[in-house]
């Protein structure tokens, strides 16, 4: 593994600037640093997920594999020319969701986030998620974005919605479904 930081602060981004995994510089409000900082703090949101004791141990061994390939896609952003997103994390995160979604009911209706503090967490998680996915998508607009990055975050906010489901059944035996008719 390379250098580890044994200084915290440096400093070098009192000016309004950021350091690149290349070395380069660049203003900590650009596109890049929007993209893989929301996908750090998305990954942040699923430690929030993995906080709660009731998140089986299936869900929590898939949440942390995500977590380690969201590390890795930040470190694909950060470094301009990098590749770290292979077509099988994709395919990885797609037999996951189809695994957790066989068991869920056909949804009939939308479904508001809730159903218990873990799966509140998750559809925040992947609200955020969302969002991840639009920097990026902003990003790729004026700078090189391979396709799996998008494809990556895309199905990651799928997985996340049906990971929710499971865990409002698990936590409070149902979700909460909208209904404009409740008043």
């Known amino acids: ?32 640093v929007e993209a893989f900082g929301t996908v750090d703090e998305a990954n942040s949101a699923i430690g929030m997920v993995l906080a709660h004791d009731s998140v089986p141990e299936i869900v ?18 950060c470094i ?13 995160l797609e037999n996951e969701l189809d695994a957790f979604n066989a068991d869920l009911p056909r949804l009939k209706e939308f ?3 809730g159903g218990g503090q873990a799966a509140a967490a998750c559809h925040l998680a992947r609200t955020i998620v969302r969002r991840a996915e639009r920097r990026v998508a902003s990003l790729a607009k004026n700078e090189d974005v391979r396709p799996e990055v998008i494809r990556y975050l895309n199905r ?3 997985l ?9 059944r698990v936590e409070s035996g149902r979700e909460v479904l909208w209904d404009r008719q409740r008043v």
């Open 1 to 32: 593994m390379g250098n580890r930081l044994s200084k915290i602060y440096t400093r070098t981004g009192d000016d309004g600037s950021t350091g690149l995994g290349d070395g380069s510089r660049i203003q900590k409000d650009s596109p890049r």
């Open 156 to 158: 990651l906010s799928d």
């Open 111 to 113: 479904i508001l986030p």
């Open 60 to 77: 929590r061994f898939c949440l942390t594999e995500v977590q380690h390939d969201l590390f890795e896609l930040g470190g694909e952003l």
């Open 80 to 92: 301009p020319g990098h590749s770290a997103v292979q077509q099988d994390f994709i395919d990885r």
């Open 160 to 168: 996340l919605f049906v990971i929710a489901r499971v865990l409002a």
